[in-house]
């Protein structure tokens, strides 16, 4: 399986040539379409998760790709998905776990969100620390958000001890805070015994 991460929230999956896209939200500018795409999650109904723009370009270059999220997800499309849902499309099968948007503010209403594992092996939590009830090998792993402390992140990574780590939903940072992150994330990582990563689109991984 060979990970492509984009900018923010938004990573690819691709085996045997088909694609599975993540998130691609309005701060993604580095997104290129892949060659073939069989499915579509979006965790939940947030522009930086989930790109009007984006979302069309993909359904239109590949409209028999399936699209999963929570049913507030606003398209004619969308196969709706819970936690506790399943799903196999192509090369890859789905478990979504959660169900709620970390809390931001009481003036703040919060969507539905969903944790999607991908082949028991790849850990999307979208904008929440819901740990999954099986290991993750690799986590995309949420570092600067309106919706959390550090310490909240930190605490996932302690408790999901994957692997691999990289980190996403940092769109709004700037490089020193990148930099503060890295240094805070990578620390707890050496702690649990994982391996904490940040790449970007020109280094595609393949993952073990």
């Given at each position: 399986?060979?990970?492509?991460k984009?900018?923010?929230?938004?990573?690819?999956l691709?085996v045997?040539?088909?694609?599975?896209v993540?998130?691609p939200?309005?701060?993604?500018?580095?997104?290129v379409?892949p060659?073939?795409v069989v499915?579509?999650?979006?965790?939940?109904?947030?522009p930086?998760?989930n790109s009007?723009?984006?979302?069309q370009q993909?359904?239109q270059a590949?409209?028999?790709?399936a699209l999963?999220?929570?049913?507030?997800v606003?398209n004619d499309a969308l196969?709706p998905v819970a936690a506790g849902?399943?799903a196999q499309?192509?090369p890859?099968?789905?478990?979504f776990?959660?169900?709620?948007?970390?809390?931001?503010d009481?003036s703040?209403?919060?969507?539905?969100n969903?944790?999607?594992?991908?082949n028991e092996?790849?850990?999307h939590p979208?904008d929440s620390?819901?740990?999954?009830s099986?290991?993750?090998?690799?986590?995309?792993?949420?570092?600067?958000?309106p919706?959390?402390?550090?310490?909240e992140?930190?605490?996932f990574l302690?408790?999901?001890?994957p692997k691999?780590?990289?980190p996403?939903?940092?769109?709004?940072a700037?490089?020193?805070g990148q930099?503060v992150a890295?240094?805070l994330?990578?620390a707890?990582?050496?702690?649990?015994?994982c391996?904490?990563?940040?790449?970007d689109?020109?280094?595609p991984?393949?993952l073990?």
């Open positions: 399986m060979i990970l492509t984009y900018q923010h929230a938004c990573t690819v691709t045997n040539n088909q694609s599975l993540i998130d939200g309005v701060w993604t500018d580095d997104f379409l060659k073939d499915a579509i999650v979006i965790t939940h109904n947030h930086d998760h009007p723009e984006l979302l993909l359904q590949f409209p028999e790709a999963y999220g929570p049913s507030d606003a196969i849902d399943t499309v192509g890859f099968t789905l478990e776990f959660g169900g709620e948007h970390a809390h931001i009481k703040v209403p919060a969507p539905q969903l944790g999607v594992l991908v092996h790849f850990y979208g620390f819901a740990v999954p099986k290991p993750v090998a690799v986590l995309a792993l949420p570092v600067t958000a919706w959390m402390k550090v310490a992140s930190l605490d302690r408790a999901v001890k691999l780590a990289f996403i939903h940092d769109a709004i700037n490089k020193t930099d890295d240094m994330h990578g707890v990582a050496q702690e649990v015994g391996t904490y990563q940040r790449f689109a020109s280094q991984i393949t073990s």
